[in-house]
């Protein structure tokens, strides 16, 4: 019993250790974004550009895919279970408040959680175990500065971006089987989405998105910078990462929308 | 300020929880110098090369770098003193996603404001000093071992540094290739009058390049003195280490005993 309650101890200091080294390297990211170019050390904007592409714009197929296939099965679900009340045409409603409150954020975050914070862990966590950071550290290239202020940058612009499109895709999908299902036009589809979507729904999506492009940033960078024990450590940190921000995102998801809903 | 020397270390004390890992550590490098840090695995000799390159906190004592203590710099004072520092790591540590010659610019880069062509030349002209000119466009996993190397001496040279330090230079490299880069060390030196830190085991690339030999055995400083001066010490420790003589360990019989039955007590 001692053991256990020394190990559940031993583990909350860790995690709170954790979460303060997350909160430091979120201040010196925003540090160096802000008053790196005063002090001639800027965040250089080819490397911004260069993570926005990898984070937003390689992923745009896959997540059309994903979110074109996630409208299609609200639509789906929504109607054969509508319709047992007779309501099936208040799918429209069902559809345009999931999309955009829950699956658009939630799918995009786990993808780059998935696809660019994995990247990123490796990443960084290799150039530790070949020397490269200290590398940078000695050529006075502050690693923060170099590596997690850009992704941060291009997360926090990319993540809602994408989130965004991710919400017209998802609409999309699920207005063409809708549309075919019910009889509608599209057009008729689309004016009603516009008509029962409140733009707090959609600002609800995105407001969670830039939470959670910053939590994949820090996790996945923390992951990286924490790695020891050679390529194996990279592995771990790599996995660790991925699991972190998506068991960080679900549960910031659900405190966020409770309390947006009270 | 330029009659300061290079580097001062004086009551240098490191530790890591409960172990002392460098104590009473005192040195001095005069400018111009090669001074080559030599010990056994597990001397403290890359400890002591991480606290000279500011990478680690110290425990107690001082490091002066150029008349200037290192622990007490502020981030934006210690970013200009690396700017006087060049680092060949034992790896290369060369950034893997970036072509030799890119690899070779990013301190210029960073910290000089010149136009594409000339930092280009830059970099031309240090890859001629260590031999590897007409690589810049290769990636550093299409070099070899000792090519790495000397390109990553061409980055840490690329913005004339006063201090320069090598970790292990030899390591891995063949007899042949690991001359060239004693002699690459050598040319630096009179060439460009750096003070040189090396920290190495290799006996014979030591006696050729070092102007003063230091030698660290378990954390403590043994001697540091010049070739000669090591040669002829009668310090039984580092004679077996010059004469490659294994340590012989003093068994005690009821230790031996407790070891093998795995108790503490």
């Not at chain 1, 080294?21 to 080819?46: M, T």
């Not at chain 1, 989405?193 to 959670?212: A, H, I, N, R, Y």
């Not at chain 2, 929880?17 to 030599?38: A, K, S």
């Amino acid at each position: 019993m001692l053991t256990f309650l020394e190990g559940l101890g031993r583990r909350t200091v860790r995690g709170i250790e954790e979460l303060g080294y997350h909160a430091a390297l979120f201040a010196e990211s925003i540090y160096w974004l802000v008053w790196g170019k005063r002090i001639g050390q800027p965040v250089r904007n080819n490397h911004v550009v260069k993570e926005m592409v990898s984070v937003g714009i390689n992923a745009l197929p896959i997540i059309t895919v994903l979110s074109f296939s996630i409208g299609i099965m609200l639509a789906i679900q929504g109607i054969h279970t509508l319709k047992t009340f007779g309501a099936q045409n208040q799918v429209v409603l069902g559809i345009a408040l999931s999309v955009t409150r829950e699956f658009a954020p939630l799918i995009v975050a786990i993808l780059v959680a998935g696809r660019s914070g994995s990247a990123f862990a490796a990443r960084i966590g290799t150039m530790k175990i070949s020397q490269e950071l200290d590398a940078l550290k000695v050529m006075g290239i502050n690693p923060v500065r170099y590596l997690l202020a850009p992704a941060l940058l291009a997360m926090l612009v990319m993540v809602p971006t994408v989130t965004f499109f991710a919400d017209l895709v998802g609409l999309l999908g699920g207005g063409l089987y809708s549309a075919a299902e019910l009889g509608i036009g599209l057009d008729v589809y689309w004016e009603r989405t516009l008509d029962v979507l409140d733009p707090e729904d959609l600002m609800q999506g995105l407001v969670k998105s830039v939470l959670f492009a910053v939590m994949i940033s820090l996790i996945s960078a923390a992951n990286g910078f924490s790695v020891s024990g050679g390529a194996e450590g990279v592995g771990r940190a790599t996995t660790r990462a991925v699991v972190m921000s998506i068991a960080a995102i679900l549960v910031t998801d659900m405190l966020f929308t409770y309390f947006m809903n009270q | 300020m330029a009659t300061d020397p290079a580097i001062e270390i004086s009551n240098l004390h490191v530790r890591y929880g409960d172990v002392d890992i460098l104590q009473d550590v005192n040195l001095t490098v005069e400018r111009g110098e090669v001074m080559v840090i030599m010990g056994g695995s597990g001397s403290g000799k890359s400890t002591f090369l991480r606290q000279l390159l500011g990478l680690e906190k110290l425990y107690g004592g001082s490091i002066k770098l150029l008349g200037k203590d290192i622990t007490t710099l502020t981030g934006q004072e210690m970013y200009q003193m690396r700017k006087e520092m060049g680092v060949a790591f034992q790896g290369g540590a060369l950034f893997n996603s970036m072509t030799v010659g890119e690899n070779v610019m990013l301190p210029l880069r960073e910290h000089v404001d010149l136009n594409e062509q000339t930092m280009q030349i830059m970099a031309r002209m240090k890859l001629e000093v260590v031999n590897l000119a007409g690589f810049e466009n290769l990636m550093p996993a299409q070099l070899s071992g000792g090519m790495i190397k000397r390109a990553a001496v061409a980055r840490a040279i690329i913005m004339d540094p006063k201090l320069l330090f090598f970790d292990e230079p030899s390591a891995g490299l063949d007899p042949v290739v690991s001359a060239e880069l004693d002699d690459l060390i050598l040319k630096l030196k009179t060439a460009m009058g750096m003070t040189i830190v090396v920290v190495t085991h290799e006996l014979e690339s030591a006696f050729k390049i070092a102007d003063r030999i230091t030698f660290l055995d378990r954390g403590k400083l043994l001697m540091s003195g010049t070739v000669d001066e090591v040669r002829n010490s009668d310090n039984k420790r580092i004679q077996n280490l010059l004469n490659r003589v294994p340590e012989e360990e003093q068994l005690d019989a009821d230790e031996y005993i407790r070891r093998l039955v795995g108790r503490e007590e």
